[in-house]
């Protein structure tokens, strides 16, 4: 597209010759993001460490406030299970839902997108009426007949959510194609014979990979915001510790001891924020939208 | 903040003041005397008034016919009486039946019914309909009854106000469920020929209660009026009761607390919010009214499963558990050890001197290695699963704290959450499970509540809330299958201690508590919890206390 | 025209069907039966009452009977009996059908409204005090649980405050009619009207500013601007109706997320709508009911999406339907 | 040459960064009087569009004027504050585009769009202006300018938005007209239209152009006079015919060098939209230098042929010469190449 040249003459070519990940770092909310998330990934991390022992122990008495006993600084549960160390080996487990569910809806939604936008025809339609099926489904009404089926347990809430949450990706990763199976480089590797698998992998999704690496902080942060619902219903894994488990553990007790289910709400909170500010700050940096101010 | 909710609730009020005065005048005309509304409210206690009570979940019909789930109960007690109603020590007191007999033989029991009494329509209500009734539901679709009146061969209507039950062996529990939902009486002009299941007035019923149904607006409430033509003069108080469905425990627990909800049955609110609530001099928490059910939670073992097969493991883990502590934690002390499967409340029953197990921890361990069970590197002995009722936090939570139990003694327990027609399906159809947690009402009888849950007959049907644990024991089958019939009630008692030694001996299913369930509900309400099993009764004695005021 | 409304019909009639399959088989593979549940319910039953109940609910057809009837049923636009509710399943729903559709749209018109008011004032001000705080105000609601605001707003406006109702649809102990009833209803609407449409409040005003924010960037707001247009005009009249239609594709998408946030909502706040019925339907296994409501709100979505497309061509003169 | 309508004096514009402001324009002055067409030359990157905006007080951040004036009719618009500088844009300044498609608002009609340029400055009523839209659409020659103005941007052609772009500039008869390239994006035939029509305006209104382009070709039959830039400085300025006859600075004679046909406008040269692919000129080697790598001396000395340590270390001072200056060290000798 033809520009006049003060468009194409912005800093951008002379100024910001920095890496993608220097840009990112140099946006303040994009910073808190990865400082948050950091902060969240060495607590799931060091679980052990600082926690050791199984967090599902009735180890305290029960509806100790933060600060009543020094052992358990957040205080303890309904069962006097100590929050603190729900809060660190639920950071895993959150992380996990969040990260495996995310990943079950970029195989999915990247695999659909690609075939449908890289063949088109009869296949992209078919693929985007299933797509259009999923979308007019409401899908948190679908995550919940999933989970109530298949019975609450961290594989199955996983599994659903992720069944359930890449339609969007689909249109996305399809338009991207479509953009790029038309671009010169796509058309050359088909005049040479390249094979359609090559081509996918090889010259459309990479350069499709920005807006999906933007979805993909998302789709983590909404599998997060998906489980502790899906908890606040009655359906988490009581094997394990999760986030949302434990602010559904706790609003029982919401009126008397508010801190049961605001510490991990907090937590909640906080990782999501984290994941979007970081999504929102490589949307700017991969899009090549520049200093905005 | 407290001034405020006092006026807004006295604006309330003086509605329902205007509404009961225009209530009186319309009940002029059929011969009450009319009060006005300064002399009501001079009075301690008033006439009038509407009472919102909580309803949850909703229920699936109003009848109480084919459906036995607390909801419709509740409502339905309302609507229909029953022969008898229960005191707090459930003994039978006159409601439709004025007076009754057993004859001596145990194979004779006669009713003599209150005349006058007349159906919400308009009908007079008749021993035909308790003859219809015993005859088409309490024998048939029942799901209760079906057992206790399968003796009754013939019912015998001299007169209108007369039924004779002939049986051909005796049954002695008949006289335990004969309240408005335990044998309802339904109008027989109403239902004779029609498919009952699907009978259209099961979900607007006509009994002849204390209050008519009026409307069933689904997902948000049901309505009840008063009944002007009442049989008990001058009852009931309230003009009104509406039914609420709040589905959410905090919601609930709100609109209690801002007195938008006067009446709250059957643990309404979480635990710790009833200890909160219960400080608040506007609330009453009160655990009466329940004497009827008596209900038990109870750890179903399945004995095929290859380490609960031994009743040495069995035994130990009901050794590992500490019932106390489970009562304390989890139940927040609204309920208290169980010994035996029947409860302490059915005194007569209940047997003290029994094979107990305390909570030792050093026991367990032992029996588990005397059962070859031995503790492997990790300190565990084996893995089972367990199933959880999943009727809300409070079983989830005890599942939770038996895995912690059952941790200590080497035992690794995998809790498996789903919703109940899962349940249901995986321990009593599939029996795909190794040990669940469920609750059983007893009712006054063992035979209505208790040996289901032990009766080999049982297996093999797919029957919910029956033999979970697969036992089969031919001495507890004949003691129970005599104990049905026998009239004696002093040789029952003994069958029923005998039966209560074997299968706890056996404990193919630990009992663990004694549950209390408990109602919340207005300072300045009266007459709430009159009976025994207030909460599947009517409320015809309930009545708001004014406390004079300037407006 | 005439070959959209034939494409969107053909839409509709693949999306219903592939509602009825997936549905209809993933709902048989749940374990356990309505019969089940309203055996266990009842505290008690005997086998012979269990069968009467299959059989009256037609559960001892063979499976794909059961399919083929139920979707002979829909073809003459009848959803069915709920056996368990004992009422026709489009009379249940049709019960139900305005109190979602009040709450969803007036939580729909909340968000757009504010959000997109939030997003444009943030975009106009982008890089200020005020442009930081909408932002960070639309994250936080953004990244907190639905039912965690309801509760909150429960506690502070109805139990601290005493300001609005704790839930429910309408005062019914006080036998309201004609304005006062209105009136009563629109008090119960607040807190979960705002409740559901926070989060989607958040996304509106971020999707707003960003969408402004682009537009500024066009070639044509420099137009306007070298033609001598007031910087507020060309906010109004330029930059918001051009930042306006990638909400309304996302308004069109979202749809469906909401009526599954309704289930939240409508659970906290004792809403009597379609999203509580179709969760309490789907554990009591009352299948006939469950697929009406996921059939009537996949209908639903598709008629507002054909009106998304509507009115994506006033807003945009360059999209013509066909 | 009269008072001039414009006059242009040492402005300055550069970037603000983070590691502190980059000159993109240096020192510029210039000036145009009424009915007369300026030529501001130069390859992309040269700050010739920068400049354009910057007479209208629409640099875009981070770009910011640094230094100078721009008097329009005597009054310094730099110094104006954006409310005041708004009722000179549209009203005795305007500016046409070089992207017709994307320059005008996609959901609102061309007439609508005219006429606020009308509305926004002058307190007629929408009737009048609609009637002075319709005249100024017939105008710039738009056939059936009442079924033309209730019509979307999209609907048109590209010469035809450009046409509309022309009469929204003209809406307010400004006294100059600032048109960035804007026959860039046009085929050749509609372009030589386009061209006529801002001529055949400009004399009849006795509007002034500063017209802006990357193509001398495109202009020589039209301008006045020609300004080159480089690198953001003005390298020469000259009478048109003089330039093309005799030009002074190595860098104009590379670009003359670069018109496939030398002097004369160009003929039909071919389909397809002209411009892009030429941008760069291939005669001379070396691109421009980055803003940031700016040589201390003449910022064309590196692909200068006839450099020398003198052009590397100082920058030549504008000096007059033949019919205006020219900013070259070997400027006399020149000629001898």
């Not at chain 4, 980055?290 to 100082?314: E, I, N, S, W």
Request: charged share 20%; hydrophobic share 45%; aromatic share 8%.
């Amino acid at each position: 597209m033809a520009r006049t040249d003060t468009a194409s003459l912005p800093p951008t070519r002379t100024d910001f010759r920095d890496r993608a990940v220097g840009r990112l770092l140099r946006r303040p909310s994009a910073l808190v993001g990865l400082i948050l998330l950091a902060g969240i990934l060495a607590m799931a991390a060091f679980a052990d460490v600082a926690f050791p022992g199984d967090p599902l122990d009735m180890a305290g008495s029960p509806l100790l406030r933060p600060g009543d006993a020094a052992e358990f600084p957040l205080g303890t549960d309904m069962m006097g299970r100590d929050l603190a160390s729900g809060i660190f080996h639920g950071a895993r487990v959150s992380l996990l839902i969040g990260g495996v569910a995310a990943l079950v809806s970029l195989v999915i939604g990247i695999g659909i997108g690609a075939l449908s936008g890289y063949y088109g025809g009869r296949v992209d339609r078919a693929l985007m009426r299933v797509t259009e099926l999923f979308q007019t489904i409401p899908p948190f009404l679908f995550t919940l007949a999933l989970v109530a089926i298949l019975q609450p347990s961290i594989a199955t809430i996983t599994t659903a959510i992720g069944i359930t949450s890449w339609s969007g990706l689909a249109r996305l990763v399809r338009a991207e194609v479509l953009r790029l199976r038309n671009s010169e480089l796509a058309q050359a590797s088909i005049i040479l014979g390249a094979s359609d698998a090559r081509i996918i992998f090889l010259h459309i999704l990479p350069n499709a990979l920005a807006p999906v690496i933007v979805s993909a902080s998302i789709l983590v942060a909404t599998a997060i915001l998906t489980e502790s619902s899906l908890s606040f219903l009655g359906l988490g894994d009581p094997n394990v510790v999760s986030w949302g488990g434990m602010v559904g553990a706790g609003r029982e007790t919401i009126r008397t001891d508010p801190h049961v289910a605001a510490i991990p709400g907090v937590a909640i909170v906080i990782a999501v924020l984290a994941l979007n500010l970081l999504g929102d700050g490589l949307n700017d940096v991969l899009n090549g939208k520049g200093e905005r101010r | 903040m407290m001034g405020r909710d006092r006026q807004v609730a006295g604006g309330i009020r003086r509605r329902m003041v205007v509404a009961a005065a225009m209530m009186m005048t319309a009940a002029a005309a059929v011969g009450v005397l009319p009060l006005s509304a300064g002399n009501a409210a001079a009075q301690e206690a008033r006439k009038g008034g509407t009472l919102s009570i909580i309803l949850q979940p909703e229920p699936v019909t109003l009848t109480p016919s084919t459906n036995m789930a607390q909801p419709t109960q509740v409502v339905a007690g309302n609507i229909f009486d029953g022969l008898v109603a229960y005191d707090f020590d459930l003994k039978p007191k006159p409601a439709l039946a004025e007076r009754w007999e057993v004859a001596p033989d145990g194979l004779t029991i006669t009713f003599h019914l209150r005349s006058g009494v007349k159906w919400h329509d308009g009908k007079p209500f008749s021993a035909a309909d308790v003859k219809w009734s015993l005859e088409n539901i309490w024998k048939t679709i029942h799901p209760r009854n079906k057992s206790l009146f399968e003796n009754v061969t013939q019912v015998d209507t001299p007169d209108d106000s007369t039924v004779i039950l002939r049986l051909s062996k005796p049954s002695l529990p008949i006289l335990s469920v004969l309240n408005g939902v335990g044998a309802p009486i339904l109008p027989k002009h109403l239902y004779e020929g029609t498919d009952i299941l699907n009978n259209p007035y099961n979900n607007k019923p006509v009994g002849t209660g204390p209050f008519v149904f009026k409307e069933w607006k689904r997902g948000e409430y049901v309505e009840l009026a008063r009944n002007p033509d009442y049989w008990e003069a001058g009852k009931p108080y309230l003009d009104r009761l509406l039914f609420r469905i709040i589905p959410d425990a905090a919601a609930r627990a709100a609109a209690i607390e801002k007195g938008e909800i006067q009446y709250a049955p059957y643990n309404p609110v979480p635990f710790r919010d009833a200890e909160r609530l219960s400080k608040l001099p506007r609330l009453k928490v009160d655990t009466r009214g329940y004497e009827w059910l008596s209900p038990l939670l109870y750890l179903d073992f399945n004995v095929e499963n290859q380490y609960l097969k031994d009743v040495r493991v069995r035994r130990a883990i009901a050794h590992a558990i500490d019932r106390a502590a489970l009562a304390k934690i989890v139940w927040f002390g609204y309920a208290k050890p169980a010994i035996s499967p029947v409860p302490s409340s059915l005194v007569t029953f209940h047997n003290t001197k029994l094979p107990q197990y305390p909570f030792d921890v050093k026991k367990a361990e032992a029996l588990l290695d005397e059962a070859g069970f031995k503790r492997d590197a990790n300190g565990v002995r084996f893995t089972l699963t367990h199933d959880f009722l999943p009727y809300g936090d409070d079983y989830r939570r005890t599942g939770e704290f038996l895995k912690q139990a059952l941790k200590r003694v080497g035992i690794e327990v995998t809790i498996r959450s789903q919703d109940s027609a899962a349940f249901i399906k995986r321990v009593y159809v599939d029996r795909d499970f190794d040990f669940a947690i469920s609750y059983n009402n007893a009712f006054p009888d063992p035979q209505i509540g208790v040996v289901r849950a032990f009766w080999s007959g049982w297996l093999g049907t797919g029957t919910p809330w029956t033999n979970g644990s697969g036992y089969r024991n031919a001495r507890a089958d004949a003691l129970i299958q005599e104990a049905g019939v026998e009239g004696d009630p002093a040789k029952r008692i003994a069958e029923f201690n005998e039966f209560q030694d074997i299968v706890l001996g056996d404990v193919p299913s630990l009992p663990l508590l004694e549950l209390n369930f408990f109602s919340v509900y207005s300072a300045d309400l009266q007459g709430i919890v009159e009976q025994g099993d207030q909460v599947y009764s009517s409320l015809k004695n309930a009545r708001f206390v004014d406390a004079p005021k300037a407006n | 025209m005439l070959t959209y409304l034939r494409r969107s019909a053909a839409q509709l009639v693949f999306v219903l069907l592939g509602i009825a399959l997936i549905n209809f088989f993933l709902l048989h593979l749940a374990p356990g039966d309505a019969a089940q549940v309203l055996a266990g319910e009842s505290g008690a039953a005997t086998p012979e009452y269990m069968e009467a109940l299959r059989r009256q609910f037609g559960l001892d057809q063979p499976l794909y009977i059961q399919f083929l009837r139920y979707l002979g049923n829909l073809a003459t636009f009848d959803l069915g009996y709920s056996f368990r509710q004992s009422l026709p399943v489009s009379e249940l729903i049709l019960q139900r059908l305005p109190a979602t559709l009040l709450l969803m749209g007036t939580a729909i018109g909340f968000a757009l409204v504010a959000g997109c008011s939030l997003g444009f004032l943030a975009a106009r001000r982008a890089g200020k005090l005020t442009d930081t705080v909408i932002s960070i105000v639309a994250l936080l609601f953004y990244a907190t649980p639905v039912f965690w605001v309801g509760i909150m707003l429960i506690v502070v406006f109805s139990v601290i405050l005493d300001w609005l109702p704790v839930g429910g649809m309408t005062s019914v102990e006080a036998n309201l009619g004609g304005l006062a009833l209105v009136g009563d209803v629109a008090l119960h609407l607040v807190l979960p009207a705002v409740t559901l449409g926070l989060f989607y409040l958040a996304i509106y005003a971020r999707l707003m500013r960003a969408a402004m924010l682009e537009v500024y960037g066009q070639d044509f707001v420099r137009t306007a601007r070298a033609k001598g247009v007031r910087l507020r005009r060309i906010a109004w009249r330029h930059v918001l109706r051009n930042a306006l239609l990638p909400i309304v594709t996302t308004l069109g998408v979202q749809l469906g997320s909401i009526l599954g946030g309704a289930v939240l909502v409508e659970t906290v706040f004792s809403w009597p709508g379609l999203g509580r019925l179709a969760f309490s339907a789907l554990f009591q296994r009352d299948l006939n009911l469950l697929l009406g409501i996921l059939f009537c709100s996949s209908v639903v979505v598709v008629l507002v999406n054909i009106a998304v497309d509507l009115v994506y061509t006033l807003l945009d003169p360059r999209i013509e339907l066909g | 040459m009269s008072d001039p309508v414009l006059a242009v004096d040492g402005l300055s514009i550069a970037f603000q960064t983070r590691r502190g402001p980059l000159p993109a324009v240096r020192d510029l002055s210039f000036s145009v009087g009424r009915g007369e067409m300026l030529a501001i030359v130069g390859e992309s990157g040269c700050g010739k569009s920068l400049t354009a905006l910057a007479l209208l007080g629409l640099v875009p951040p981070p770009g910011r004027v640094t230094g100078g004036t721009v008097r329009l009719e005597g009054r310094d618009l730099l110094a104006l504050d954006e409310a005041a500088l708004r009722h000179v844009r549209g009203a005795r300044i305007s500016m046409i585009f070089q992207e017709p498609m994307t320059a005008l608002n996609p959901v609102l009609t061309v007439g609508e769009q005219i006429m606020e340029a009308i509305l926004e400055h002058e307190p007629v009523s929408r009737k009048a202006a609609r009637e002075r839209t319709l005249a100024l659409l017939e105008r710039v020659r738009i056939p059936d300018p009442a079924r033309r103005f209730a019509e979307y941007p999209h609907r048109m052609s590209g010469g035809m938005r450009q046409r509309v772009m022309i009469a929204m500039a003209l809406a307010g008869a400004p006294a100059v007209l600032v048109a960035d390239e804007p026959t860039t994006a046009l085929d050749v035939t509609i372009q030589a239209q386009i061209l006529s029509l801002i001529d055949e305006l400009r004399r009849e209104q006795g509007t002034a152009v500063v017209f802006i382009t990357h193509d001398l070709g495109v202009v020589s039959r039209y301008v006045d006079r020609v300004l080159v830039m480089y690198a953001g400085r003005k390298v020469e300025e000259r009478d048109t015919r003089d330039l093309f006859a005799d030009p002074f600075h190595p860098y104009t004679k590379g670009l003359i060098a670069a018109q496939p046909r030398g002097l004369a406008a160009r003929p039909q040269a071919g389909p397809g939209p002209a411009g892009v692919a030429r941008e760069r000129l291939t005669e001379i080697p070396g691109t421009v230098p980055a803003l940031a790598a700016m040589p201390p001396g003449c910022a064309f000395a590196p692909r200068c042929p006839l450099a020398d340590d003198r052009c590397v270390r100082t920058v030549p001072p504008p000096r007059p010469a033949g019919s205006g200056l020219v900013a070259c060290h070997h400027a006399g000798e020149s000629h001898a190449i």
